[in-house]
């Protein structure tokens, strides 16, 4: 198994562009959920979805949407970005329905200029 | 709501010598608790669960309800503990489940 993979591994985007984050898993996987980490500040969560077709806000939703149409993938938008998005972008899925043991991506580290 | 309080932004010990890092957790029901680690260059990963009363490469971790607190141990820290330390609470919420990590804790094991 691939695990939970994440791409583009870095990116740079400047003030207002849009972009996607790809995350997928295969361990048929319920729940996926992405972070963003901040020096300080710890995992802070965005979005997670509990299964296919039902997302819900983290903790720091705002700039960021989300879907979740097949079990496997759980895209991450940025709809117009800004330099505070600046951070590394983790994502992460564990089994059943709720946020227990979670198995992480490796990380898209992000600068918005 | 959950929250998650790591006071120790950064830690250094020496080879050899024990090692706490601190996490203390607000939650008002019967929460699971973790901790993660990030290793200079990888992935984070689970290091160990309270649940499952289990040492992790020397690791222990005891839930202590009432301190609301689950401090990670070592009695003997090795160069190869230096890594990002993180404790995690998993409840719920009314919108659903969450994990709910602390800001971490950056220990250098030196030799």
């Known amino acids: 198994n691939a695990g939970v993979t994440q791409t583009p591994k870095f990116q740079v985007l400047k003030t207002g562009q849009s972009m996607t984050l790809q995350c997928a898993q295969d361990?048929?996987?319920?729940?996926m959920s992405w972070y963003r980490q901040d020096p300080g500040m710890g995992l802070r969560l965005i979005h997670y979805?509990?299964?296919?077709?039902?997302?819900d806000q983290g903790e720091v939703p705002n700039g960021y949407n989300v879907s979740r149409s097949t079990t496997e993938d759980f895209p991450l938008r940025l709809l117009s970005a800004a330099p505070s998005q600046t951070s590394v972008y983790f994502c992460?899925?564990?089994?059943?329905?709720?946020?227990?043991?979670?198995?992480f991506g490796p990380g898209t580290r992000l600068t918005v200029t | 709501a959950q929250r998650v309080t790591q006071p120790e932004k950064l830690l250094s010990v020496f080879k050899g010598a024990p090692v706490e890092l601190k996490c203390n957790y607000s939650?008002?029901?019967?929460?699971?608790l973790f901790w993660y680690v990030q290793y200079s260059r990888q992935r984070l990963q689970l290091l160990l669960r309270?649940?499952s009363r289990e040492s992790i490469k020397g690791f222990t971790a005891d839930l202590n309800k009432g301190e609301t607190s689950f401090h990670l141990k070592k009695p003997f820290a090795q160069e190869e503990d230096s890594a990002m330390y993180y404790c995690?609470?998993?409840?719920?919420?009314?919108?659903?489940?969450?994990?709910?990590f602390g800001e971490g804790t950056q220990l250098t094991v030196n030799p």
């Open positions: 992460a899925s564990s089994s059943g329905l709720a946020a227990y043991e979670q198995y």
């Open positions: 361990m048929n996987h319920e729940y």
């Open positions: 979805s509990v299964g296919a077709g039902i997302t």
């Open positions: 939650y008002s029901g019967s929460p699971e």
């Open positions: 309270h649940i």
């Open positions: 995690a609470l998993s409840g719920w919420e009314t919108s659903g489940s969450r994990l709910t």
